[in-house]
């Protein structure tokens, strides 16, 4: 008989393996389920999961779905690590989004440099303004972050279709609900002529590497591990719990603010009630596929993207709803979160008791 | 004139209540086991779908409330296998189910968008359901009557049995429960099971009973209310039943406020109605607490392994 045995130390060697033994699980079982459902499921996991790499021009659409997932899953890894369970990313890349809009409809008859980094910086403290919110909340009366965050996230896309059918609806664009479009002050510069590869994918990379340094290098990096893992031991050493809470949420919704605002900013050049788009819950994904390591979720980050490219092709390829690409998703999550077990216990013989 | 919207009203305000009511209840035995499973969103999409595709199929309600069950299981098993026998994270795999509940109800309902179905109808005869004033009591459909029944039973299942007070105790202290002989994980899967169903049964209240046509991600986030409810009501059947009942006053509310034509406030902010509530809720629960943790059951989202 084999039997599941704890291991004294979790595998090093599986933690890193575990993601591509889940990618690679993932791709067979949907294979399995889609050929169930009458689809080609093979041409449909090839093109959701290699044909966006091995298509050079799907690049720099790679890159471009990668970035506000990366983003956002960086800010969240950190909480989760200190376990503060921040799951309302969506709703504060909506408010970054928002706040940011807010100041380029302010400033839509004016040109400048500063009008981009102020839409960022606006953005970032939206996202931070929606997060402080959960925080508050768990630090002073311990209430959930879970469902405090998450609750929000509706508040959110309801306030974002209040403004864009109301009082931001643009003037000219015949009665449609959306905004004015941003201007090219207003606009993410084009890092490759021709494509929509935006100024927020250098800064996604740029970001992970100070996310590791942060994590790796620093004492608040450590204090966050340390409340995560052992909450006792941290009250003894001197890490305030409640301030780690405070910068996890802060951190992680600012960085989803930032995100919204690039993609409000990028892809959109306005907003629309088509805005929300769920990366903000994507990014958990990412996040736990990243093994919550900023470098792994770069990683983690590109294949969700390709997920969505990918998904995108198979529609066409092989008729492959657009809901299949969530269920992709959903179902490299659930694997994953099975492999995991690979990291704590091992295989082996049943020794029979004599 | 008045009594019949006050009818009116209370049949809204069932109606809106029941789903919620449902889900919570489930998960109310499934924290009182000592699991969090956040999946409840997710298991009331996939029952919803289910229940839908079978109802659709097969022309019978009936049938289709009982897939919703079944598919509700089914999903709580995945989330069961995960975070009992692999002992997966709990807030991780409930996510996970609920991103997956997403998923799969918007595939499989890619192809019902719009298709219709005879709604579920009221148990009563219609001397007494489409009586004016009486219909406030017996107007209703045997999900409603369900809820109700099963928010007695899981009462006294809980206070009462002791297959109830094993359940308790396996939630307040699965160390020694398991060391006096009980099967602690298989009461998990057990209770697990339990809050899958009622959540699936929630689920397809929606797709059945309320709105006969499906709609992609028509729950609308009950799920997490439904979450927020049980925090609400200390873990105690009889206050679930009264947060739930006042959801529903708020949902009802709403769209009364949008019937009536309110213009002095957006539609988009009237919707925002339940989610802050919720906030409110959850707020004013720890505000008035007296204990530090309020009345969760002391091993809630902890694992457990027998080693």
């Known amino acids: ?354 | 004139m008045t009594t019949a919207i006050l009818v009116s009203i209370v049949m809204t305000l069932v109606a809106a209540s029941t789903p919620i009511l449902l889900a919570a209840l489930g998960e109310l035995v499934v924290e009182k086991s000592g699991v969090l499973n956040l999946g409840v969103e997710g298991m009331m999409l996939c029952g919803a779908v289910a229940g839908f595709a079978v109802a659709f199929s097969t022309g019978s309600t009936g049938l289709g409330l009982v897939a919703a069950c079944g598919a509700g299981i089914a999903t709580a098993m995945v989330f069961a296998v995960l975070t009992l026998s692999l002992t997966a994270n709990q807030v991780a795999t409930g996510l996970a189910l609920t991103i997956f509940g997403v998923g799969v109800s918007s595939l499989i309902g890619a192809g019902f968008v719009g298709r219709t179905i005879t709604r579920l109808g009221p148990v009563f005869p219609a001397a007494l359901s489409e009586h004016p004033l009486l219909r406030a009591v017996f107007g209703h459909d045997i999900v409603v009557y369900l809820s109700l029944a099963l928010v007695l039973g899981v009462s006294l299942f809980l206070r009462r049995t002791r297959a109830g007070l094993i359940l308790r105790a396996v939630g307040e202290n699965d160390a020694s429960a398991h060391a006096i002989g009980y099967p602690v994980i298989a009461i998990r899967y057990g209770a697990i099971a339990f809050g899958g169903a009622l959540a699936g049964l929630g689920g397809a209240y929606f797709s059945l009973a309320l709105t006969p046509m499906w709609a992609d991600r028509l729950t609308a986030g009950r799920g997490w209310i439904a979450l927020a409810l049980v925090v609400f009501a200390a873990w105690k059947p009889g206050r679930l039943l009264l947060g739930a009942y006042l959801f529903g006053a708020v949902m009802t509310l709403e769209l009364q406020a949008k019937a009536a034509g309110i213009t002095w406030l957006a539609p988009e902010l009237l919707a925002m109605a339940p989610y802050l509530a919720t906030v409110a809720v959850l707020t004013m629960m720890s505000i008035g607490r007296k204990t530090g943790r309020l009345d969760a059951p002391a091993c809630l989202g902890k694992p457990f392994s027998a080693s």
């Open chain 1, 1 to 354: 008989m084999l039997e599941w045995r704890r291991r004294r130390e979790p595998s090093p060697a599986m933690l890193y393996a575990s993601p591509l033994i889940a990618v690679v699980l993932t791709m067979l079982i949907g294979m399995i389920v889609f050929t169930a459902m009458g689809y080609d499921g093979f041409h449909a996991v090839r093109d959701i999961f290699l044909t966006p790499f091995l298509e050079p021009q799907r690049w720099a659409d790679l890159g471009v779905k990668a970035a506000p997932l990366v983003i956002i899953a960086l800010g969240l890894a950190i909480g989760f690590r200190a376990n503060v369970w921040n799951i309302g990313a969506e709703g504060q890349y909506i408010m970054g989004a928002i706040a940011g809009t807010g100041v380029a409809l302010a400033t839509y008859d004016m040109t400048g440099w500063w009008i981009l980094p102020a839409m960022a910086l606006a953005g970032i403290l939206g996202g931070m303004a929606w997060a402080a919110i959960p925080a508050f909340l768990r630090v002073k009366l311990q209430v959930s972050e879970i469902l405090t965050s998450l609750m929000l996230t509706y508040v959110a896309v309801q306030g974002l279709y209040y403004l864009v059918r109301g009082p931001w609806k643009d003037p000219d664009g015949f009665n449609f609900p959306q905004t004015r479009m941003f201007t090219t002050d207003q606009t993410l510069p084009v890092m490759m002529e021709g494509s929509l590869v935006h100024l927020g994918i250098p800064v996604a990379v740029i970001i992970a590497l100070v996310a590791w340094l942060l994590m790796e290098k620093t004492t608040a990096g450590y204090a966050v591990k340390v409340v995560g893992l052992a909450p006792a031991a941290a009250r003894h050493g001197g890490f305030s719990a409640d301030r780690v809470t405070w910068a996890t949420l802060l951190a992680s919704g600012g960085l989803a603010g930032l995100a919204g605002l690039f993609e409000a900013a990028g892809p959109f050049g306005q907003l629309t009630p088509q805005f929300p788009t769920g990366y903000g819950f994507t990014a958990i994904i990412v996040a736990f596929l990243g093994r919550l390591n900023p470098l792994g979720i770069v990683f983690g980050g590109i294949v969700l993207a390709a997920t969505y490219v990918g998904g995108e092709i198979a529609q066409t390829t092989v008729r492959l709803p657009q809901a299949a690409t969530g269920m992709f998703q959903a179902l490299l999550l659930f694997v994953l979160l099975a492999t995991d077990v690979l990291v704590r216990y091992r295989i082996g013989w049943k020794v029979r008791a004599a």
